[in-house]
């Protein structure tokens, strides 16, 4: 059974500062992994996807790595705000039905 | 393209009534996915569906709860005789395959009173 960890479960830095989020998964067996953000109360936004077969995905200030073989996932912020402040989730696209399973969370707060 | 649309936004039941939450996915898109997130709680995987098919429901309760994508028209996840414990935000996604990105929806807030 696929399960997904995210470490720190929560993350306080001040502005301008680069961070790591690690997010971890037990069977590699995966299609692809995603990066969302949530807001409070808010629905998940998509940052970045990962396909098995790539190593790592850009977009703007943010950076996520995939190494499948040892089931680790990073997401590193650069330079960041306090509009960055959120929520975020990992999940993978994996199982015998493919369905998308989720971490735990990691609650960033960046402090002005 | 509009995203994937959700409604309502919020929903208040009393307690024994039914729910009915209704997701449009992104034109084009044939597969589906419900989660649950309960307060200060991760996103719970319920159901996985695709046109007129239920793929995966081990995420399901196994009463109460129904859902289902049919040929034409939105997903519909229904929920009878709601109890307080059912309170929670509802999402959905959708996506072209069940390879490919999954866009949510803003989630369907249940309040049962």
């Known amino acids: 059974k696929q399960e997904v960890t995210q470490i720190p479960a929560a993350l306080s830095v001040p502005e301008g500062e680069n961070l790591v989020l690690n997010c971890s998964f037990t069977d590699s067996a995966i299609y692809n992994l995603q990066w969302f953000r949530q807001d409070p109360g808010k629905g998940l936004t998509s940052l970045l996807l990962?396909?098995?077969?790539?190593r790592e995905q850009t977009s703007g200030r943010l950076n996520a790595s995939l190494d499948k073989s040892s089931g680790r996932s990073t997401l590193y912020i650069a330079a960041s705000q306090p509009g960055d402040s959120a929520t975020y989730l990992c999940a993978v696209h994996g199982g015998a039905t493919n369905k998308l399973i989720f971490g735990t969370g990691t609650l960033l707060a960046v402090q002005p | 393209n509009a995203g994937v649309m959700q409604n309502p936004r919020h929903l208040v039941r009393r307690r024994g009534q039914e729910a009915r939450l209704r997701c449009s996915p992104m034109?084009?898109?044939?597969?589906v996915y419900w989660y649950r997130q309960l307060p200060e709680e991760g996103l719970k995987f319920m159901v996985y569906l695709q046109k007129e098919n239920i793929i995966d429901e081990s995420g399901m309760p196994k009463e109460r709860f129904s859902a289902e994508f049919p040929k034409e028209g939105p997903s519909i996840l229904r929920i009878q005789q709601v109890v307080r414990g059912d309170s929670a935000a509802y999402f959905c996604?959708?996506?072209?395959?069940?390879?490919?990105?999954?866009?949510f929806g803003q989630g369907t807030r249940l309040t049962v009173v």
């Open positions: 034109k084009g898109h044939s597969h």
């Open positions: 996604a959708s996506s072209l395959s069940d390879t490919r990105e999954a866009f």
């Open positions: 990962i396909q098995s077969s790539q």
